[in-house]
């Protein structure tokens, strides 16, 4: 027998040798490289059959393409018996499985929820209004007048169709003054839209709550007690309100709402910059000025309305610290509210 057949042959035989004693992906990867490797002896083999005398070539060829084949099975075998082995080693059965987030209810949804339930039990209606307006509900029929700067492009997002994203949950007041009597007593969620570069506590896009009382005799003391009595149902009995005198177009008079800080109990941390006093939002009794550009009459009937952030609302109930985590849809936060179901 030739030499190169003979050669040929021990290859084989060692070949088999070392495949017995493979026992683990690293032993198996050895094998790979020694013979199906890129420079391994199988490689290597081939390149010598140029040199060989013509009478053995052929010969050469076919064991070696046999000595290939058998090798590439052999190791498509080991490869399936060293994947079961180190599977069966590192699968513990015993081990609890982790549970799978399937998604919980948003947290701006669990708060508006609540809001919602507050307010309808004290036999208020959720209404709701579109978010693409016209500057006739935004700002016309709220008294706001042309040159208010709200109106401004670099606070409001008009549209090229001369509508606008509404800018505040109030034109739901108006729309709801256009088609129904007092008394009216309503509460409008819904998402509004501001030219604001986001940060920590702006977004150009939110979340208000509008609320709205027209009767024939109502006054700031029910808007206050109302007030009140939402706050105590969202943060405890003891959590205080203030009203500080403040300028709305559509309220006469106006005042912004504070409440006394959940986290300190009104004493001065680090949330309420040590003021003891959190702002909430606006509020009012309607300007007689709105009644009349939606029909009411101002001599017959009054009425309070007031404004506020449903995120500002969350991120206290919550401890939240930057308004924008709300909306970037991450996992790891977004599976700490609500529990699974
Ligand atoms: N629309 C006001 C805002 O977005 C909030 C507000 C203030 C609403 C007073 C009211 C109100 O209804 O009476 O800043």
Partial sequence: MHESLEELKNYREQFDHDAETVDSSDTLES?????????????QSFKKIGGLPPDVRGQFGKDLNA??????????????TVAQKSDESWIDVTMP?????????H?????????????????????????????WHNFD????????????????????????????TSPVQIRVMETQKPPIRIIAPGRVFRNDKPDATHSPMFTQVEGLYVDEGVTFSDLKGT?????????????RTRFRPHFFPFTEPSAEVDVSCPFCGGSGCRICKQSGWIE????????????????IDPEKYTGWAFGLG?????MLVYGINDIRLFYENDGRFLEQFGGRR
């Fill in 31 to 43: 094998l790979r490289i020694k013979y199906l490797g890129r420079k391994g002896l199988i490689a």
């Fill in 67 to 80: 000595f290939k084949a058998h090798a590439n099975e052999r190791f498509d075998t080991l490869q399936n």
């Fill in 97 to 105: 499985s982790r549970k799978r987030f399937t998604g919980s209810i």
């Fill in 107 to 135: 947290p701006l949804t669990l708060v508006e929820r609540e809001v919602r339930k507050v307010f309808t039990r004290m036999g208020f209606t959720v209404m709701r209004g579109p978010e693409i307006e016209d500057t």
């Fill in 141 to 168: 029929a709220l008294n706001t007048p042309d040159w208010h700067p709200s109106r401004d492009p670099s606070d409001t997002l008009y549209l090229d169709n001369g509508l606008l994203l509404r800018t505040e």
């Fill in 227 to 239: 007030v009140l009595e939402f706050y105590r149902q969202m943060f405890g009995k003891n959590v």
């Fill in 280 to 295: 909430m939002g606006g509020s009012g009794m309607v300007d007689p000025n709105v009644f009349k550009s939606v029909g």
């Fill in 310 to 314: 449903i995120e500002r609302l969350a």
